[in-house]
């Protein structure tokens, strides 16, 4: 009958490399937030009866579990949440985070979502609510699919850089969104080019640009800045 999780496993020492929570059963949890917040495993299992179908309060659930290298979200549930704000904050170690499939329809609050996390999320076939975006620090990479579900902000807010698209080991560059200059500025090609490829992924691209700094005096600028595909890939403007 317990229906909270909250802070059950937080600031869990690197001494315990793995939590398996496999034969826990999440029927009657409605709030598991910061269950995991500062946790030091490597490893967290969860099982088959660990749904948190019902849960909706996830805030900082897996928020700054930095030696977190193991997440298997297989039977992960959060269609019920209402609150996902920083819920892999800071899970830096974390390679790949997979979303697919996942619905987070319900939530209205989800700032943070995974600032400073993984370093690749997969949103193939996950829902957000409508107006979901993240502006702060994210990942390198965020691959898609035909049956993603973005909202026009979740394009017009990522992560500051240039972005891009890769399908078929080519890359492509629909104007780039650059949140160093005018971050509220839409980039319409970019959206128009995700919705039009069935399998893509979207890579974030540094470049350095010295001398150069925002201006907001309401008059068209232009940056230069220098890309290099990766090896095997073909730059296409």
């Not at 910061?34 to 909706?56: Q, R």
């Not at 900082?60 to 549930?77: G, I, K």
């Not at 600032?115 to 965020?142: H, M, S, W």
């Not at 200059?181 to 992924?201: F, H």
Request: proline share 4%; hydrophobic share 30%.
């Amino acid at each position: 009958n317990v229906t909270t999780w909250s802070y059950a496993f937080s600031e869990t020492p690197a001494s315990l490399h793995t939590i398996d929570l496999s034969r826990l059963v999440s029927e009657n949890v409605t709030d598991t937030s910061d269950m995991f917040h500062g946790c030091l495993a490597e490893t967290i299992v969860l099982g088959p009866g660990f749904t948190c179908s019902n849960v909706t309060d996830m805030e900082y659930m897996f928020c700054s579990a930095t030696n977190l290298t193991s997440l298997d979200l297989q039977y992960f549930d959060p269609s019920s949440a209402k609150k996902i704000n920083t819920l892999f904050r800071d899970c830096s170690a974390l390679e790949c985070l997979d979303l697919s499939g996942k619905n987070f329809s319900s939530a209205t609050s989800w700032y943070s979502f995974y600032t400073n996390g993984p370093k690749t999320v997969n949103l193939t076939g996950t829902v957000f609510p409508e107006g979901f975006y993240q502006a702060d620090e994210g990942p390198e990479r965020i691959i898609t699919g035909q049956n993603t579900s973005f909202s026009r902000a979740f394009f017009e807010y990522l992560p500051g850089g240039t972005w891009m698209l890769m399908d078929n080991q080519t890359l492509y560059t629909p104007g780039g969104y650059n949140a160093v200059n005018y971050p509220d500025r839409y980039s319409s090609g970019l959206y128009e080019a995700v919705q039009d490829v069935e399998n893509g992924v979207l890579i974030r691209c540094s470049w350095n640009a010295e001398g150069t700094e925002s201006v907001f005096d309401g008059e068209e600028h232009s940056l230069s800045c220098s890309l290099t595909a990766p090896a095997g890939c073909e730059m296409q403007f």
